[in-house]
């Protein structure tokens, strides 16, 4: 391994200030509050926050890193923020907003500071459609990288197979234009590998001609969740890949934005997103509509612009414990397990444990990438808010809901789910062989380590 030996860390704040046209903010002064992620429980401070306005100042920050032998993190909404000390700069993407739709080549060219809800509303007035995920208020770059299963991966796939090029700034400060064609190994690195390769400065994405979905979600009482479960796992054996569908046990805390009757108490959703015929769609949700009485019923054909209101998820930063795995079946003793760890009246102190069907277009999407997860058949992932009550509750019992499902891991994550703190989940995320090559392309593009930092996939130091 060629590792350079790293220089002794020095202040880079004049450094920076004077290779760098965006603003350049250390601790205290205005602009470092930029660094304060969506995710309120993870501690983000960093020796310099650099608020870029272009692959150059990207490439600058590289470098005054490298000479002051500090690492470069990247992070542009924090809904996936990783711990950040001060030996890091970390780039902050906001001021790179750019968002150009062509709908004569049905193309977005999006720059990284750009959120998905404004790529959604762009393309609407084309009626095109970006592929995204269950909360279109996440950052574009972040969401592609980890590869993006959103609420129609059955139907459209992952967002990683709709992108067409990336501008990639290299741990060296190299400023490469990545398509499938020109940087294969690049491209397929970064359909997958997160910020394992460098920092993603713009990409270039299909749109899809889709204005209006049949979507939403069904709602019930917490004593229908039994009984909701195992009719999903039914239904979900043989659904068609128009549809997708995913189903949650929440405990929505009485809030502004929760509706009334969802407030304060055990309830169960399930989401639904098809992009087929209406009545077809409405058919095929028939058995679960006839399972129990809706406390809410949201299903409907619904404009793009508002499918973020499938998932329904928090909008406000808040302080989350995360944890995820992918299951290769799900089965009858798995349904009574995943009720009695997380059903109503189990104690479950998490706000959401979901299942997402998978399968269809994901499955069978993908000839060269670093997503390692295409034949997992759902996703689990609880999701708590770190606040009292509950807050001390929270990690041991995902722990528990996680163990208890076991037996029906694949023991993979998604990369977009996966604890960014814990450096084990990364052999959860990628199998040997994606890992050894994607390590192999991150020491040839950043000998000197600058970006050897969060979750990254590098070749271990001696
Ligand atoms: C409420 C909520 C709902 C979610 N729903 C889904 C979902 O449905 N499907 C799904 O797949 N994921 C989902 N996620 C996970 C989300 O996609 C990841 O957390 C993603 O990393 C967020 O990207 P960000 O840029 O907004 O976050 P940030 O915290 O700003 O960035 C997180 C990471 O993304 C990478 N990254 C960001 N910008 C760049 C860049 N310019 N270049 C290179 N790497 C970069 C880096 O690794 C960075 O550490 C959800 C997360 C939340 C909080």
Known sequence: MSTLAAPPTTDPIPDLRAAVEGVVAGPGEPGYDRAVPWRLDVEVSPSAVVLATSGDDVSATMRVAAAHGLTVAVASTGHGALPIDESSILVHTASLTGCVIDPETRTARVGAGVRWQQVIDLAAVHGLAPVVGSAPDV??????????????????????????????????????????????????????????????????????????????????DGSDSAAVLRAWRRWTADLSDDVTTSIAFLQLPQAPDVPPPLAGRFTVAVRYASVGDPDAAEAELGPMRAVATPVVDTIGVMPYRDIGAVHSDPVDPMPA?????????????????????????????????????????????????????????????????LVPPVADAIPAHAARVIEAMAPWSTGGEFPNFSPAADPDSLARCYDEETRAWLAALAEEHDPNGVLRVGHVVRTPRV
């Open 139 to 220: 950052g574009v770059i972040g969401f592609l990288t980890g590869a993006g299963v959103g609420p129609l991966v059955r139907s459209v796939g992952l967002a990683c197979d709709r992108v067409r090029s990336f501008d990639l700034v290299t741990g060296t400060g190299e400023q490469l234009h990545v398509t499938p064609a020109a940087r294969p190994d690049l491209f397929a690195g970064l359909c997958g590998g997160k910020g394992t390769l460098g920092i993603v400065t713009s990409v270039e994405i299909d749109l899809l001609p889709i204005a209006e979905i049949y979507g939403g979600a069904l709602y019930f």
């Open 321 to 385: 414990h995360e944890r995820h795995t992918l299951l290769s079946e799900l089965t009858v003793d798995a349904v009574e397990t995943m009720i009695e760890v997380a059903g109503a009246g189990s104690g479950s102190p998490q706000a959401i444990v979901e299942l997402r069907l998978l399968g269809g277009e994901m499955a069978r999407g993908g000839a060269a990438d670093a997503f390692c997860h295409r034949g997992a058949a759902y996703s689990l992932l609880t999701i708590g808010v």
